[in-house]
Nanobody, 124 residues
Framework: QVQLVESGGGLVQAGGSLKLSCAASGRTFSSYAMGWFRQAPGKERDFVAS????????YYADSVKGRFTISRDNAKNLVYLQMNNLKPEDTAVYYC?????????????????WGQGTQVTVSS
């Protein structure tokens, strides 16, 4: 069982930055690939970024490549999403998720555990 709690969301102007954090419980955190997803009102939950269980290898949606960076600290059971040059279209609820796999996956159904989400709002 893994419990995930996100933090760091908020309101920011276009061009600004935010850093999301996700704290995980459980002793097997380093066994899980981690991902960030987002969901805007009336839309499906979309993949944003993922990182391998051991860290070091990452993958991003085209829409955030070059602006967002995912990282993790397995010693502290934390995963981060640094978001730079934010745009109004980045506005959504952001979710942290854990997949029981060593490898990156972009598929929602591959992720077994989810956080409650944190709101990110980017004003123009």
């Amino acid at each position: 069982q893994v419990q995930l709690v996100e933090s760091g969301g908020g309101l920011v102007q276009a061009g600004g930055s935010l850093k999301l954090s996700c704290a995980a419980s459980g002793r097997t955190f380093s066994s899980y690939a981690m991902g960030w997803f987002r969901q805007a009102p009336g839309k499906e939950r979309d993949f944003v970024a993922s990182i391998r269980a051991s860290g070091g290898f990452t993958y991003y949606a085209d829409s955030v490549k070059g602006r967002f960076t995912i990282s993790r600290d397995n010693a502290k059971n934390l995963v981060y999403l640094q978001m730079n040059n934010l745009k109004p279209e980045d506005t959504a609820v952001y979710y942290c998720a854990a997949a029981p796999s060593q490898f990156i996956t972009t598929t929602v159904s591959d992720y077994r555990y989810w956080g409650q989400g944190t709101q990110v709002t980017v004003s123009s």
